[in-house]
């Protein structure tokens, strides 16, 4: 008998190979840093011109209107990421920051296009502040995104409407608000707004003069106001006398 | 470069992507770079998540599985080791049938693709096919009747 050998499988060259495997690794790291844009540098946040003025009566204005520096959030009910800032980082700047009267914190709709039911959202959210309970409602349909998102239904109303009866709004006074849409000019202000301002996604950040578009835990975001407070003029650019409201 | 090499390369580029995607779920990165499909709608769908974890997070464990045991198996003593080879099989294999159930469910389920989740689906089938080459690379010696 004859053992017949299998010939022996090539080996290739171990130099060349390490070699593509390390720029493919170090590649593919710079994709992802480049994606997460820096996360606590400051250098990846963009330079605006801040004599443009922020908005005045538009949005809505969580804290003292005269606060020494007024944060703007673009943010889109629908947008995963802005649920995350809500509901785990927003918290924390709520009671340390606004809170302490260190800063104001402004939210302003701006809808992304792929986002089938945002704008609902943004009604409901609306139709809620004119009961002036747009935070209430704010944090209940952020937390319970996955239930009315584009995702899960095509018909969201239902869950909105769960929501306003939960953050204990006259509801049917709610829902004529929001089956008339009533507040769809001030969404589409908010809308037409942030496009001028060229945000390109959510949630983008206005702190002092600086403009950051992406997601910030809580120290990254500190340190933006910390930047701001130091830079601070004694006449806020703000409209001082802003109250909450679409 | 050898069929384990390749293997290897196959498992770093979905090593990457498994990454990608879970900084986005877990909110480093704000957007998707998604071109084709609808990568939102899937990651945030209820699918997404398999055993309390992020779908794309076992994609992390699954690709650096497969790239320590790719590796393992172009290492001396190992580059001939048949064992090695059985393994890459069944790995890339677990790796085909598990890529076929998000993809159906993409599908039929969720009806919308993650064109990121696609590009990990081509990437572990080639690995499987090269795997399954490699294996038979490193069939046992025959026996055969001398004449």
Same mark, same amino acid.
């Given at each position: ?35 997460? #844009? ?57 009671? #340390?920051?606004?809170? *302490?009267?260190?800063?104001?914190? #402004? ?13 609902? !959202? ?17 944090? !209940? ?34 829902? *004529? ?11 589409? !202000? ?13 949630? *983008? ?29 004694? !006449? ?11 | ?12 580029? @979905? ?43 076992? @994609? ?32 890339? @294999? ?54």
């Amino acid at each position: 008998m004859v053992k017949k050998q299998a010939p022996p499988p090539k080996r290739g060259n171990p130099k060349a190979f390490y070699l593509v495997l390390a720029a493919v690794a170090v590649i593919g790291a710079y994709f992802l840093y480049m994606q997460m #844009r820096g996360g606590s540098s400051a250098a990846s946040a963009t330079t605006i011109d801040p004599n443009v003025p922020l908005p005045k009566a538009e949005g809505y204005l969580l804290g003292n209107a005269d606060a020494p520096v007024q944060v703007v959030e673009y943010a889109d009910f629908e947008c995963p990421v802005c649920a995350y800032f809500a509901t785990i980082t927003e918290p924390d700047i709520r009671k #340390r920051l606004v809170e *302490t009267g260190q800063i104001s914190l #402004r939210y302003m709709h701006y809808h992304i296009p792929t986002h089938p039911n945002t704008w609902q !959202a943004s009604m409901a959210a609306a139709c809620a502040n004119e009961q002036g309970k747009f935070w209430e409602m704010h944090d !209940a349909i952020y937390n319970a995104q996955d239930r009315w998102a584009g995702t899960a239904t095509r018909k969201p109303k239902g869950v909105l409407k769960d929501l306003a009866g939960q953050v204990a709004l006259n509801v049917s006074q709610w829902e *004529t608000c929001f089956d008339t849409q009533k507040y769809q000019p001030q969404l589409l !202000a908010s809308q037409q707004d942030a496009e001028k301002r060229q945000v390109r996604g959510t949630p *983008t950040f206005i702190i002092g003069s600086k403009m950051i578009d992406h997601n910030m835990s809580y120290d990254q975001f500190k340190a933006y106001v910390d930047t701001a407070m130091a830079s601070a003029k004694p !006449a806020a650019p703000n409209d001082s006398a802003a109250k909450k409201g679409t | 470069m050898s069929k384990r090499q390749l293997v290897a390369l196959l498992a770093l580029l @979905g090593l990457l992507i498994a990454i990608y995607l879970t900084l986005y779920k877990t909110g480093a990165i704000a957007e998707l770079n998604c071109t084709v499909g609808s990568c939102e709608t899937v990651q945030t769908s209820r699918w997404a998540t398999f055993l309390g974890l992020p779908v794309a997070a076992w @994609g992390i464990v699954f690709y650096v599985a497969l790239l320590a045991l790719a590796l393992s198996g172009v290492q001396g003593s190992l580059a001939e080791s048949r064992a090695v080879s059985v393994a890459l099989v069944a790995v890339t @294999g677990w790796g085909v049938v598990f890529s076929a159930w998000l993809t159906y469910l993409e599908l039929f389920v969720i009806h919308a693709i993650c064109q990121w989740c696609v590009v990990s689906a081509i990437l572990v089938t080639i690995a499987f096919v090269v795997a399954w080459l490699d294996l038979r690379d490193h069939r046992p010696a025959e026996t055969a009747l001398s004449a």
